[in-house]
């Protein structure tokens, strides 16, 4: 059964930094593009970074650009944004996504989707 698990989130203060972790079981996430998406109350869901997984590129959204950062961990086969400089803008449930190979903008292209976890950021 193919699942994502995010962990990694909670409350922070503004300027602070979290670490969200993103977990595949049932299949490994060499092959696969993993996004990051984030939906705050009454927003809707927008796209926080991506790693494809041809050459490693990256992406960032121009509100995170500068404070987080995605990375593969082959070993734990996981893929984690570190997150610093957190501002309360920031507070949203954020969620890791799945799709095969490359990076899309629209999360309706993502195949598997975790669960979320919460971020807080207090002003």
């Known amino acids: 059964q193919v699942q994502l698990v995010e962990s990694g989130g909670g409350l922070v203060q503004s300027g602070g930094s979290l670490r969200l972790s993103c977990a595949a079981s049932g299949f490994t996430l060499d092959a696969y593009a993993i996004g990051w998406f984030r939906q705050a109350p009454g927003k809707e869901r927008e796209g926080v970074s991506c790693?494809?997984?041809?050459?490693?590129?990256?992406y960032y959204a121009d509100s995170v650009k500068g404070r987080f950062t995605i990375s593969r961990d082959y070993a734990k086969n996981t893929v984690d944004l570190q997150m610093n400089s957190l501002k309360p803008e920031d507070t949203a449930v954020y969620y890791c996504?799945?799709?095969?190979?490359?990076?899309?903008?629209?999360?309706?292209?993502?195949?598997?989707w975790g669960q979320g976890t919460q971020v807080t950021v207090s002003s």
């Open positions: 790693i494809s997984t041809r050459d490693g590129s990256t």
């Open positions: 996504a799945a799709r095969w190979r490359s990076c899309v903008r629209s999360s309706r292209l993502y195949d598997h």
